[in-house]
């Protein structure tokens, strides 16, 4: 079982920068892969970023690409986003998610995900 508490939401203007925080207790946290996932009103839930259980492999949107990096601190059962140049189109609550996959990969999809965290919003005004 893994519980997974985000953070670091906000408001921010264009161009800025936050970091979000994904706490988790449990264990078996180095076991989980992570990833983000973001829903703007109105929209369908869509993935983000993704980072294996090791933190050797990391996948992300094309939306994202350049200006978030996601990483994690096994020894702290943490996993991070650095958001940098956000955009309005930014603007969404944002989900922590864990799951198991095969090997040392991740995915995409919201559906191979077990837990999720409650989300934290992030506001992005132009």
């Known amino acids: 079982q893994v519980q997974l508490v985000e953070s670091g939401g906000g408001l921010v203007q264009a161009g800025g920068s936050l970091r979000l925080s994904c706490a988790a207790s449990g264990r078996t946290f180095s076991s989980y892969a992570v990833g983000w996932f973001r829903q703007a009103p109105g929209k369908e839930r869509e993935f983000v970023a993704a980072?294996?259980?090791?933190?050797?492999?990391?996948y992300y949107a094309d939306s994202v690409k350049g200006r978030f990096t996601i990483s994690r601190d096994n020894a702290n059962n943490t996993g991070y986003l650095q958001m940098n140049n956000l955009k309005p189109e930014d603007s969404a609550v944002y989900y922590c998610a864990a799951g198991r996959f095969f090997g040392d990969s991740a995915s995409d999809h919201s559906a191979g995900y077990d837990y999720w965290g409650q989300g934290t919003r992030v506001t992005v005004s132009s």
């Open positions: 980072v294996t259980w090791s933190g050797r492999n990391t």
